[in-house]
């Protein structure tokens, strides 16, 4: 086993969906924030420790699933890549380093660390029981913003709150997406998604929707907390990359599996990464 197969197992480089728009809830809050070196790497450490507890933990969960799946077969738990012990050792290090962290940052947000900690390790067993679970990954993304919000100010402005649930709805929304090549196995396997219930027409409804409602959220965020015209350009173009992605995923409506893994990574990195470098560069230009 290798540093490598644990990295690969918990999807690091994803951290890319994370941690730019911890970035931009940062240029919400700087007129109101406490920023200085080492409160930003504290922030960023506790964004990458509770994504990949939650990730380790996903895993985990899955393993019998996966095994059983054709489309994830390869992961490093069903192969023995990673070990069951290292899994375990790295989510349990990851959830306390956040905690860690996270009382480093202040008591509230010592506070709220284990709450958060049990809202995202408990999506990985939401498709057990529900077909929202796509919401419940959104809800636990939409946490994000209010903590960096929280960490840097002490409190979470309705701005911060607006761009969590705008995250929240765009991470929910690529998820949906993303459900839809697992569909005939979760119905098979009595496990809950909007694709397995709702059939595919649906599905790609919902995430449209989930989509545009995202968009207006987090342009609504930078009107709300006086940001300028690089924040809005980077919501133009936020909605411009994730209308590219349904169109790419399903063309003309008609749903391409084959699309799907890029559709996910490729366009919702490059959507996350421009907005934040608009939102710095609005940052930059109107402090």
């Not at 450490?45 to 019998?64: F, G, K, P, W, Y």
């Not at 913003?145 to 309705?158: D, E, K, S």
Request: charged share 15%; proline share 3%.
């Amino acid at each position: 086993m290798s540093i490598a197969a644990l990295s690969r197992m918990v999807k690091f480089e994803h951290s890319l969906f994370a941690l730019p728009f911890a970035a931009s809830a940062v240029v919400l809050v700087v007129r109101d924030a406490r920023l200085d070196a080492v409160r930003l790497l504290l922030v960023a450490l506790a964004v990458v420790a509770a994504r990949t507890a939650a990730m380790a933990m996903n895993r985990i969960a899955d393993r019998a699933f996966d095994a059983r799946n054709s489309r994830t077969q390869a992961r490093e738990l069903v192969t023995g890549a990673v070990s069951i012990p290292a899994a375990w050792a790295l989510l349990l290090g990851s959830a306390a380093a956040f905690l860690a962290v996270a009382l480093t940052l202040g008591p509230l947000c010592g506070a709220l660390a284990l709450p958060v900690l049990g809202v995202l390790l408990g999506y990985s067993y939401a498709k057990r029981f529900t077909w929202a679970v796509h919401l419940w990954l959104g809800v636990a993304q939409a946490l994000g913003p209010f903590g960096v919000a929280i960490a840097l100010t002490g409190r979470a402005p309705a701005a911060a709150v607006v761009l969590g649930l705008g995250v929240g709805a765009w991470v929910a929304g690529f998820d949906v997406l993303y459900s839809l090549q697992d569909m005939d196995f979760d119905r098979g396997a009595r496990l809950h998604s909007i694709p397995a219930r709702f059939g595919v027409a649906r599905a790609l409804l919902w995430a449209r929707l989930l989509h545009v409602a995202a968009t207006v959220a987090i342009a609504a965020a930078g009107l709300m907390a006086g940001r300028g015209a690089g924040w809005m350009a980077g919501s133009l173009f936020l909605m411009t990359v994730l209308g590219a992605e349904h169109l790419y995923a399903a063309p003309r409506g008609q749903l391409r599996k084959d699309r799907i893994g890029a559709a996910f990574f490729s366009f919702n990195a490059f959507a996350s990464v421009a907005f934040a470098a608009c939102a710095l560069a609005d940052l930059a230009l109107r402090v």
